[in-house]
């Protein structure tokens, strides 16, 4: 059982600069052309983002307004965790093979964002499985890994020491002791990321195998060396993000972009907060009455 901490160890991290994380992340966002496609399993995904296009379906010629659409990433919504395993695995074989056609057709590349709901709870490794196979079948693409990236801070998610908690009043529960773990269609029983993985591909992929992207080197700014540790991941093995803020996923990110510029590829299984750095989103007020009623 693994320790429960107070929240005020968030605050006892590490400061970032801001302000050059902040130019760092749009000097590498300039130069990234990619298309952001995100298959979403709950409708609850596109709350930290505004002004995309979110479609409900996932035929071609949806895919086809998607990747013409001008903003660089949109949103399907799959509503995959209603689905069975063998519903889901046809959604995610179609999706694969419409992403594929799409792309082929445009010449655009992309890069792609299974974002699940509370991220640890899903169809996993189903549904990331599938879509790499059936791209690498359909296509030249070949991923070399695939990130978990499970903080979201609107959510009170964090990882540290690549345990996930969840906050929990004025508590940093460790998730496999919450009530979300006793999912009885997606329950876990490990906090610690690698050994969930483990847990979850039944060992296909032990914790021994992953990468851990730590907070001390993206409070440290050291995207170079994040950017190596990228460059040594092959066989879509895991690479594991620590984050407890928003500055931790634009480190990540920038890294994540000079990786990709050497040839790396990778597919995502994230929270919401990837989704809106990736995409350039900046944070925008709750609505107003008068902006409802327009």
């Known amino acids: 059982m693994m320790k429960t901490l107070p929240s005020s160890a ?91 056609t799409v792309a082929e057709e445009t010449g655009k590349d992309y890069v792609l964002i299974s974002r699940s709901d509370s991220t640890m709870r899903g169809h996993f490794p189903l549904e990331t499985e599938v879509l790499r196979e059936t791209i690498e079948e359909c296509s030249s693409k070949r991923f070399d890994g695939e990130i978990i990236v499970p903080f979201f801070q609107e959510g009170g998610r964090f990882t540290m020491n690549n345990i996930h908690y969840v906050k929990d009043s004025d508590q940093l529960v460790p998730a496999a002791e919450t009530e979300f773990a006793k999912d009885k269609s997606f329950g876990y029983t490990s906090s610690h990321i690698g050994e969930y993985v483990e847990e979850k591909t039944q060992g296909r992929y032990t914790k021994d195998e992953c990468t851990y992207i730590s907070l001390d080197d993206l409070r440290s700014l050291r995207v170079d060396r994040i950017a190596e540790q990228l460059q040594e991941v092959t066989g879509f093995n895991k690479v594991i993000v620590n984050a407890v803020d928003y500055a931790d996923i634009k480190v990540f990110v920038t890294a994540l972009i000079q990786a990709m510029e050497h040839g790396k590829e990778f597919m995502f299984r994230s929270a919401a907060a990837v989704t809106k750095v990736l995409g350039g989103i900046q944070t925008k007020a709750l609505l107003t009455g008068a902006e409802l009623r327009t």
Not at 71 to 86: K, Q, V, Y
């Open 10 to 100: 968030l605050a006892a991290l590490p400061a970032v600069d801001e302000a050059a994380v902040d130019t760092m992340l749009k000097k590498a966002l300039a130069k990234f052309p990619r298309k952001i496609v995100v298959l979403d399993d709950d409708p609850t995904g596109v709350q930290t983002v505004h002004g995309i296009s979110v479609y409900t379906d996932w035929k071609a010629e949806t895919f086809r307004d998607g990747f013409a659409s001008r903003p660089s990433m949109f949103f399907i919504l799959t509503n995959s965790r209603a689905l069975t395993r063998e519903e889901t695995r046809q959604a995610h074989r179609d999706m694969a093979e419409a992403i594929t």
